[in-house]
C-alpha cells in the first residue's frame, strides 16, 4: 500500500461525529510526522476520493481552514453531533477519534 493509499484509508476510518487531527491520521497510516503529507492529500485529493475532509483538524482540535471554509467544516460538524469547546476549537475528549 502506498503512503498515499494509507492515508486515504486513514481518513476513510474517522466515523460521523468524531475528528482526528492531521498528525493522527498520519500515525494511523503508519507516517510518523506525515502530517503535511496528510494536509497535502486532503487538499488534492478529498474530492477525487470523496474524502470526509471535515473530519480533520489541527492536533488542539482546532478548524484549520480559514473564512467560508472554515464555517462550512464546522456546519458539517454540527450537523454530526461533534461537541465543540470554543468557536473553532473541538473537544477532543468528547469527540477525538484516536484510531
Given at each position: 500500500m502506498t503512503d498515499t493509499e494509507a492515508i486515504v484509508a486513514a481518513i476513510r476510518s474517522i466515523?460521523?461525529?468524531?475528528?482526528?487531527s492531521y498528525a493522527g491520521i498520519a500515525e494511523l497510516a503508519?507516517?510518523?510526522h506525515?502530517?503535511?503529507q496528510v494536509a497535502r492529500i486532503l487538499h488534492t485529493c478529498s474530492e477525487k476520493y470523496g474524502?470526509?475532509?471535515?473530519?480533520v483538524v489541527r492536533a488542539s482540535g482546532e478548524i484549520?481552514?480559514?473564512g467560508a471554509g472554515g464555517l462550512e467544516q464546522k456546519k458539517l460538524l454540527l450537523n454530526e453531533g461533534v461537541v465543540f469547546k470554543s468557536s473553532r476549537v473541538v473537544d477532543l475528549r468528547q469527540s477525538g477519534y484516536f484510531g
Open positions: 466515523p460521523p461525529g468524531k475528528v482526528a503508519g507516517i510518523p506525515g502530517a503535511r474524502l470526509p475532509w471535515w473530519r484549520a481552514l480559514p
